[in-house]
């Protein structure tokens, strides 16, 4: 009976948005070594390949309890050629061979640390390594041109490579909250992102701003920033419209508010009041560049978000991730639905107008699926 038990297959449906998938992972070294994977294409700039990867590790992330044998994974959805063999090769030998050469890689190892860069992206490391930059100390010898942001990036480099712990995402908030509601009475703030999903640690900290009024948003970004840029905050900072998702997606969003839309890409500094006793982590550094202990403050990526009310519940979903929830999201409402899901709207094609909604719920709803609380859309 166990025995019938443990080979019985897995069912999943093949949406990850269909899904609960929540922190606890039973999964966990097949899904790192997928994850591996995907991550190694999305540096080589092949998103295609990173996808199917994303998929794999999310359908494993969901089952109820550790793969034991190929033939549980039968029927199961998003597993390619590639990620089975991948699979099999780790329940077969304890590891993946593809994995351990990928892992070992001089190409793999340089894109990781120099991607772990702030402002630096696939296409910049490649570039680098191409010639000849491999590491952080070949960067600062041979010199290239650096943007404001990967400078900010380099000098910052060990703390935001630090995970981000709750309690200085906490912090931040409360630093946050009070800019907010001294330059705007009224306007709400939200924590978004991996925390918002429970997350214990993160690479940065998000918050989504509004205002409970229509149009009183506006203006709210730069007044904020420059608040709190007089009070010392931030060692960084740049405020862009929010542009992404409608060049790939067309339709879905109202022209008339595109320009309310705002974010702010930021590095913050959090000092030991802010912290308020929370223990800064004492590191090692392996990259030659200064130690991050012994100064009483950590510098912190925080993205900063201001939506109008009336795409607060859209920029709510669309911001709190994970990434691939959000992506099948959006495939499952253009797939399925004939709908395009933005972090601003939702269109349906079919009727030819927007979708109104004032909460996540409705959303779903519109969408035809369960809703899934923020804690089960770690996918
Ligand atoms: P960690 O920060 O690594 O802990 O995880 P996270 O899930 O918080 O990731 P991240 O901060 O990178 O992104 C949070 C959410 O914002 C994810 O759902 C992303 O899809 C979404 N996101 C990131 N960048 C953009 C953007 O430029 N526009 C929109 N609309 N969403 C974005
Ligand atoms: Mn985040
Ligand atoms: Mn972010």
């Not at 897995?10 to 899904?19: D, I, L, N, T």
């Not at 009336?310 to 994970?322: D, E, K, M, V």
């Amino acid at each position: 009976q166990g025995n019938e038990a443990e080979v019985a297959a897995f069912s999943v449906p093949s949406y990850a948005c269909q899904r609960r998938t929540t922190l606890e992972n039973h999964n966990t070294v097949l899904t790192d070594a997928l994850s591996l994977l995907a991550e190694n294409a999305e540096l080589s700039e092949e998103d295609g390949r990173g996808v199917a990867f994303r998929r794999a590790a999310a359908v494993l992330k969901a089952l109820p309890k550790p793969v034991a044998s190929m033939t549980q994974l039968r029927g199961l959805p998003c597993l390619g050629e590639h990620s089975l063999r991948v699979i099999k090769d780790i329940l077969e030998n304890g590891a993946s061979s593809e994995v351990e050469s990928t892992k070992q890689s001089e190409r793999y190892k340089a894109l990781k640390v120099l991607t772990g860069i702030f402002g630096v992206g696939a296409r910049t490391a490649d570039r680098w390594i191409r010639d000849g930059i491999h590491n952080l100390r070949q960067l600062q010898d041979s010199g290239p041109t650096l943007n404001r942001a990967q400078q900010a990036g380099l000098e910052h480099y060990d703390d935001l490579n630090q995970p981000v712990s709750k309690s200085d995402a906490d912090a931040i908030g409360e630093v946050v909250e009070k800019a907010v509601v001294s330059v705007l009475p009224g306007a709400h703030m939200t924590l978004i992102g991996g925390f918002r999903r429970g997350k214990l640690t993160g690479h940065d900290v998000d918050f989504l701003i509004t205002h409970p009024e229509e149009g009183r948003e506006v203006g709210l970004m730069p007044k904020l920033v420059s608040w709190l840029e007089s009070q010392g905050f931030l060692l960084y900072q740049k405020t862009t419209r929010n542009s992404y998702l409608e060049s790939k997606d067309g339709p879905a969003r109202p022209a008339s508010n595109m320009d309310r839309f705002e974010r702010c890409f930021s590095i913050f500094k959090l000092t030991k009041e802010e912290k308020r006793g929370t223990k800064h982590p004492e590191t090692l550094t392996e990259n030659g560049t200064k130690p991050a202990g012994h100064k009483p403050w950590r510098a912190v990526r925080v993205d900063l978000v201001v939506s109008p009310i009336s795409q607060f519940a859209f920029a709510l979903l669309g911001w709190t991730g994970s990434k691939l929830f959000e992506r099948e999201l959006r495939r499952w409402a253009g797939h399925e639905k004939s709908m395009s899901l933005s972090s601003h709207a939702l269109y349906d094609n079919r009727q030819s107008k927007y979708l109104r909604a004032t909460s996540e719920e409705e959303i779903f709803a519109h969408l035809g699926l369960e809703f899934v609380p923020p804690s089960e859309r770690n996918a």
